[in-house]
């Protein structure tokens, strides 16, 4: 009897390791990153599952073995063990190192997210930030939208300012995100109404839009997915499976689930100022015959 | 004495220490509904607060399966938007507020402190009855809000969509949260003063057991982690108990509840690394909630330390509690990827986050809860469940539990945010197994309302001490108890779990 519980433990023990195990064949695994500071984050999530896979084969090694070791037996005593100091302050000191370490490790990979600086021996210390921005937009979230804006010349004089006012020549846009390989971009992220999270899984990288504030997202992708073409007008895809999200994280109503864009990332600068100019012409014809709201030419709109 | 005849329990008899003077007891000495309405006994609370916990956990249960049945498909068609949002919302709320927080402590606890103390019943019988009522006050209020047409904000009610956008019931749900508040709130305090003040003659903090260091801790931190440091506790009874052996390390354990206890106060920034705080006070936070997975694992280890080199019986309440062990550490462990800043930035709000809390919740939290209704079952009624149907309800639910749970984690890692609707055809095949999953878990959460209500009513009598516990409530009460618990007031002069020396009470056969 004890056998079977046994083995019906490590079965669904060794079907929860198989399942890793198979899980990059079956498309299973991390979304592809495009973020610069992407591959760091990947790194951690393989080290924290090699530390949490090891304690995990440990402890569910354990336990199968003492169910299969230990049942009751007619007149076999349980042994007295009262407790062993040693044991019990290697199996505090191992994981708090484990534990220390990997606290202390994160920290630059966070601070590369957030474009900070920190000190090398103590690693959250401040010492200032690195942010030298290429292209400025402004993500406006609403039930059930994001709405961006892209200024003209691509960095405003004033970035504040114009994250909280705008610029009557900005470019708008409806849940489409363009910006160019290696850009450093910078999004103020503001919300209309209720709080949204702007989420694009390809890189690593996810942000609440708080109303009354407006929230700094950074980052550079180095990776590609469109080219734009002037002469069709329409945006090709470098790849066919390169199509990236952008999701709303946080409940915000009825239709959360539609909060969905897309992200594109041209292949140059000049790519996307020749997408940029069209787009600007095209919303002035649309602003001249009073044809609101403006949604840019290319092929992937809100589903 | 009371013959318990099992088909697979190793130990058959243990003897009936306590014997039976008559046959009056708590359950059975005044039949009328105003004595059960009215009972200031903690022990009729504690089942008063089981038939309503049980009646809500159905509810939650029902909302759960209306959620994943409609994620079965890619495509909205079973629920519309609206009502998929007011029935996860509901889910959680129910699950959490009159569910998971008083499940352990308010049927167990009351049941159980006292017993487990020497004391005849709870510092403030009154207060207690007023507990109860309150939740019960309060369960009535959000089940109105519910009728009145429900709750689309999510459990969190985040303003301003809780407080502007939304057209739904928020602030009656929110006054029958206030209210049920207020119950957890004075049975902790209750619990605090009884455990401080009546424990008997010999009966000294380092001689309670865990159980009581569980619930001690809980009733004085009231946070997330009460909803599994009671799981904590039970399991460490059962697991003492079916190993025939003291707990190892018995103070390491005790002080790692009250370690999770303190550490739980000083992590609530956790909770917002996406929001935008500052990112030094997010490193903070991030070491600080690495600090709780330390006692976590000690106290697993402990308890494997504890079952080895022990004489495991395998029982229900230990089937249980192997279940715990092994969906308490996947949930414990999958929480470091969501204590560490960037991964956590990917992770959270996907479905990553909702695998791990079911896993620390459900998986870990429920699991403790069946380990205990289990164990503690013919103390409470005087009857035995049958072990079949029993260790079949635990295994199905474990398979069950983990078929809906693990594909989860996976679909969070690839990006697909919780509370949708609609999702992409590409997670489908993932979703089709947790929604398998879920109805295998149904199957395994629905046996024990047959069993255990059959067994209320028909079961085998139970003798005072069928599984051979050795703390107050099985060594010193008749099964069930009195109305007034002890004939005389017990003495202890030993530390529990004293196993050792004891065994030659087992009759072989």
Known sequence: MHRCWGLLFAAVNLSAIGLFAIAPAMGWWLPKNIASYGADIDHLFYLILVATGFFFVITQGTLVYCMFRFNAKEGVKAKHIHGNTKLEIIWTAIPAIILLYIGFAQTPTWAKMKYIEIDTWFPIRYKGTNIESDLHVTVLGRQWEWRMRYPQGHIPADPQAWADLGNLHDLHVVNELHVWKNANVKIHLKTQDVIHSFFMPNLRLKQDALPGKVMPMVFSPIEANVRYNPKTRILEELNPSSTWEIACAELCGGNHYRMRGKLFVHESKQDYELWFADALKNQRIHESTRLAPVVASSNGVNP | ?509
């Open chain 2, 1 to 509: 004495m009371a013959t318990v005849s099992l088909e697979s329990k190793t130990f058959d008899k243990f003897p009936d220490v306590v014997g039976r003077h008559d046959d009056t007891n708590y359950l059975n000495h005044d039949h009328s509904i105003t004595s059960w309405l009215f009972t200031l006994d903690h022990k009729r609370i504690g089942l008063l607060y089981l038939v309503t916990i049980t009646l809500m956990f159905l509810l939650g249960g029902a909302l759960a399966g209306a959620i994943r049945l409609e994620l079965l498909t890619p495509k909205g068609d079973f629920l519309t938007a609206d009502t998929y949002n007011k029935a996860f919302t509901a889910h959680g709320i129910i699950m959490l507020f009159f569910f998971l927080i008083p499940s352990i402590p308010a049927v167990l606890g009351n049941f159980l402190v006292p017993l487990m103390i020497g004391a005849k019943d709870v510092a403030f019988p009154r207060l207690n009855l007023l507990s109860y009522y309150l939740y019960f006050a309060g369960s009535v209020i959000a089940l109105t809000a519910l009728l009145l047409g429900g709750v689309d904000t999510g459990w969190t009610f985040y303003t301003p969509f809780s407080s502007t956008y939304s057209n739904s019931y928020v602030i009656v749900m929110a006054v029958g949260l206030f209210v049920v508040g207020f119950s957890s709130i004075l049975t902790g305090l209750n619990f605090i003063i009884t455990v401080h003040r009546m424990r008997c003659p010999g009966l000294t903090w380092f001689r309670l057991p865990l159980f009581i260091w569980s619930i001690y801790a809980t009733s004085v931190v009231q946070l997330v982690y009460i909803m599994i440091l009671p799981s904590l506790g039970v399991t460490s009874e059962v697991i003492a108990t079916f190993s025939r052996k003291n707990v190892f390390g018995y103070h390491i354990i005790a002080f790692s509840s009250i370690a999770i206890a303190v550490f739980g106060f000083i992590v609530w920034a956790h909770h917002m690394f996406t929001t935008g705080i500052s990112p030094y006070a997010a490193m903070v936070f991030s070491l600080l909630t690495f600090s709780v997975a330390i006692p976590s694992g000690i106290k697993v280890f402990s308890w494997l330390a504890t079952m080895y080199g022990g004489s495991i019986s395998f029982d229900t309440p230990m089937i249980y509690a192997f279940g715990f062990l092994g969906l308490f550490t996947i949930g414990g462990l999958t929480g470091l990827f969501l204590s560490t800043l960037g991964t956590d930035i990917h992770l959270h709000d996907t479905y990553f986050i909702v695998a791990h809390f079911h896993y620390i919740m459900v998986g870990g939290a429920i699991m403790g809860y069946m380990a205990g209704i289990h164990y503690w079952w013919p103390k409470i009624t005087g009857k035995m469940y049958s072990e079949f149907w029993g260790k079949l309800s635990a295994g199905i639910t474990f398979i069950g539990f983990n078929f809906t749970f693990f594909p989860q984690f996976i679909l969070g890692y690839l990006g697909m945010p919780r509370r949708y609707y609609e999702y992409p055809d590409e997670f489908q095949v993932l979703n089709v197994f947790s929604t398998a999953g879920a109805s295998i878990l149904a199957i395994g959460y629905s046996m024990p309302l047959f069993y255990m209500t059959y067994s209320f009513f028909f079961g085998e009598k139970a003798n005072s001490n069928p599984y051979g516990g050795s703390t107050l409530e099985w060594t010193n009460t008749t099964s069930p108890p009195s109305p007034h618990n002890f004939e005389q007031t017990p003495v202890v002069t030993e530390e529990p779990y004293h196993y050792h020396g004891k065994e030659a009470a087992v009759v072989s056969h």
